[in-house]
């Protein structure tokens, strides 16, 4: 499975070179982040694009990733701060009219869905929301891989920092996670020579049949 060569190839870069990745990969990761499955479907997380230096300084201060600032882009996960009902009646509706269906034909799922996040606190959902965020970062990963694009997944940012400087608060959003993209500066990067650790597959996984 040439997966698994892309996964072998990927790592977690630390310094890149000043290459650009093209609009056109930069689209393709997009997309299939936007094609990651999500819990209920609802796909509670918006994805933020920045290249613009000054943002991305802003946004690297205080973090010892300097791959926030130097990098070709960097991808912001933003992930809903709450659930409400208005965003799911929106959110079946386009279900309804993608597939032809008639309006109100999925009630049953509407009133299921959003009684369900009806019993959660807005903590709950924000946690919920950036859990969905984490699988669309994995396909980030992996489509990068694909690409032979380098990227970073990371933790390592001031949220605050990142809900204000984008304005996220006041979209119901928060920073969960983030991915820079770019090449990996071979001769520079201590870690583009050293062997992927993983665990033996026999520790990892346990097959019960
Ligand atoms: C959710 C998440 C957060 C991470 N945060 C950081 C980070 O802040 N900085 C960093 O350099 N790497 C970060 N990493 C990369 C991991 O350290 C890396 O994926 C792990 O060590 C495995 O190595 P590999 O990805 O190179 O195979 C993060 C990875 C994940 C999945």
Redesign the pocket.
């Given at each position: 499975m040439e997966l698994i060569k892309n996964l072998q190839w990927?790592?977690?870069v630390?310094k890149y070179t000043d290459e650009l990745v093209s609009e056109d990969k930069i689209d393709q990761i997009i997309e299939a982040i936007n094609l990651s499955a999500s819990s209920c479907g609802i796909q509670p997380y918006r994805l933020i694009v920045v290249t613009n230096p000054e943002i991305r300084q802003k946004l690297a201060e205080g973090s010892f990733?300097t791959?926030i600032l130097n990098s070709s882009h960097l991808l912001v996960f933003a992930a809903f701060n709450n659930i409400t009902s208005e965003y799911i009646a929106d959110y079946v509706a386009m279900m309804e009219k993608k597939r032809a269906l008639e309006v109100g034909a999925l009630n049953p799922l509407k009133d299921a869905v959003t009684s369900f996040f009806f019993t959660q606190t807005p903590e709950q959902h924000a946690i919920w929301s950036a859990k969905q965020a984490?699988i669309g970062?994995g396909t980030a990963l992996i489509a990068a891989a694909e690409l032979k694009v380098d990227a970073?997944?990371?933790?390592?940012?001031d949220p605050e920092l990142f809900n204000n400087v984008l304005g996220l608060s006041e979209k119901n959003l928060h920073a969960s996670?983030i991915i820079s993209l770019g090449y990996r500066d071979t001769a520079n990067d201590y870690?583009a020579s050293m062997s992927?650790?993983r665990l033996p597959i026999d520790q990892f996984a346990t097959k019960i049949k």
């Open positions: 990927r790592y977690a630390k990733n791959q984490c970062l970073t997944p990371m933790e390592g940012f996670v870690l992927k650790v």
